[in-house]
């Protein structure tokens, strides 16, 4: 028996063509596409525009990073700016309050004004914190491209509009619905400010020093001693 034929009978699987693995880090691709390929292009644009910035994240890392095709981003999303405004949507605290609050609002018996203020604004504060690096390359984001810009006012008047209207529900006495919708707004930026740009704080020490600060009927305007509680 010659050589080669003794090699190939000692090695069977010579000559077969080697099995493709996935390079490392990449995420296996869903067939056909689906919610799980959605999801995974979204924690890709989140986590590589947070490290890289919008405008230094081209559209084939984000594939490779998500472990789909290119053209997927493109069927999902429309193109690089419309991922943003998904993120903006699907992964930001603002759009996602609406739920927040809903749930909040269907417990019997429902929070009073101060307890309202306090679960919301530390769920807030929360998801900000943990989404913070996203955000700040969203606010980057929001200077420059005026759709963008327009998606997050839009996210922004819709969750004061809930928060405003369930806040003028749960105060005692009652608050005008305009009124309210004023202080959830003062309330909610002063949150996500503390989040995104604050020192690491207990977010309950966080809440009670900013909810003291909200001029709710009944009560005189307090100092302002919040930064005092934060230690700043």
Do not use: C
């Amino acid at each position: 028996m010659v050589k080669h034929e003794k090699d190939a009978q000692a090695r069977p699987d010579r000559g077969r063509p080697a099995s493709k693995k996935p390079p490392l880090g990449r995420r296996p691709r869903e067939a056909g596409g689906g919610p799980q390929t959605r999801a995974a292009i979204l924690d890709a644009g989140m986590e590589l525009f947070a490290e890289r910035g919008f405008d230094g994240t081209p559209v084939k890392k984000i594939a490779k990073a998500a472990g789909v095709a290119t053209g997927l981003i493109f069927h999902y999303f429309g193109n690089k700016e419309g991922l943003l405004r998904a993120l903006i949507d699907e992964r930001t605290a603002l759009p996602l309050l609406g739920g927040t609050i809903a749930e909040i609002a269907s417990r019997d018996p429902r929070p009073e004004a101060d307890a309202l203020l306090t679960e919301v604004g530390r769920s807030v504060y929360l998801m900000a914190r943990h989404s913070a690096p996203m955000l700040r390359v969203m606010v980057r984001e929001i200077l420059q491209r005026e759709q963008v810009r327009e998606h997050w006012d839009d996210a922004r008047q819709r969750a004061f509009t809930v928060f405003g209207q369930t806040l003028s529900e749960a105060a005692s006495p009652s608050i005008e619905p305009e009124h309210a919708r004023a202080l959830a707004r003062t309330f909610l930026d002063t949150v996500l400010f503390e989040a995104l740009f604050g020192p690491d704080v207990d977010a309950d020490a966080l809440m009670a020093s900013i909810v003291r600060t909200v001029n709710l009927p009944g009560r005189g305007r307090p100092a302002a001693d919040s930064g005092a509680q934060r230690g700043s």
